[in-house]
């Protein structure tokens, strides 16, 4: 291979890695869920989405790694204007979908566990928690309504559902889960403060 060619191809190589990658993660008749990667300065073309909670797992212009937004319906350009990659997760809600299910809960976490549930916002579409679990932590039986869960930080829980089933949810930050409604006691059985992002929806 000769070395002009080889160049060639590195150069296309590199030029690909580095545009953005949008990957769907979850479709149902509620949202779309997208993880978006940019690279430092890169602009996406404008694009129309809808209500949108978005979740940013890096810092991101003026959000920082952990925040939570509410992107009313627009059409925008998504753009980094960082000297470094960013990613971030991009709760699409779709326009005419069915009522959520579970939504008003009975056994709210809120109500029960404020010093652990934390509410960055709430609107007549979605309630956002920011959900911390100290190590070895076990809280009271709570209900969710269907939501998507974003999970911040590495994390290791115990899930025990209304049957007396129990689920082992080991999870690193980054990854996200579409739950649908249900009761159920969480016990944090790792050693660390365990960080997660709940989009309940109504």
Not at 48 to 64: E, F, I, M, N, R
Not at 91 to 106: R, S
Request: hydrophobic content about 35%; some cysteine; aromatic content about 6%.
């Amino acid at each position: 291979m000769s070395q002009r060619l080889c160049l060639g191809l590195c150069l296309a190589f590199f030029a690909v890695s580095s545009v953005a990658q949008t990957t769907v993660e979850i479709d149902n008749a509620w949202v779309r869920v997208l993880r978006v990667k940019q690279a430092p300065h890169e602009k996406a073309p404008a694009q129309q989405h809808p209500d949108t909670v978005a979740v940013y797992l890096t810092d991101v212009g003026s959000h920082k790694a952990g925040d939570v937004a509410w992107l009313p319906a627009a059409k925008d350009a998504r753009e980094n204007p960082s000297d470094h990659p960013v990613e971030y997760v991009l709760v699409e809600l779709k326009p005419g979908a069915p009522k959520a299910k579970g939504w008003p809960v009975e056994l709210d976490p809120v109500k029960l566990e404020p010093e652990h549930e934390q509410v960055p916002f709430e609107n007549a579409r979605v309630r956002v928690l920011r959900t911390i679990l100290e190590p070895h932590l076990k809280g009271p039986t709570h209900d969710h309504p269907s939501y998507v869960v974003v999970y911040l930080t590495e994390l290791h829980t115990t899930m025990t559902l209304a049957d007396g089933k129990q689920v082992d949810n080991p999870r690193h930050p980054g990854e996200l889960a579409w739950r649908d409604p249900y009761r159920h006691t969480t016990e944090n059985v790792g050693d660390r403060t365990a960080v997660e992002i709940q989009i309940e929806l109504k």
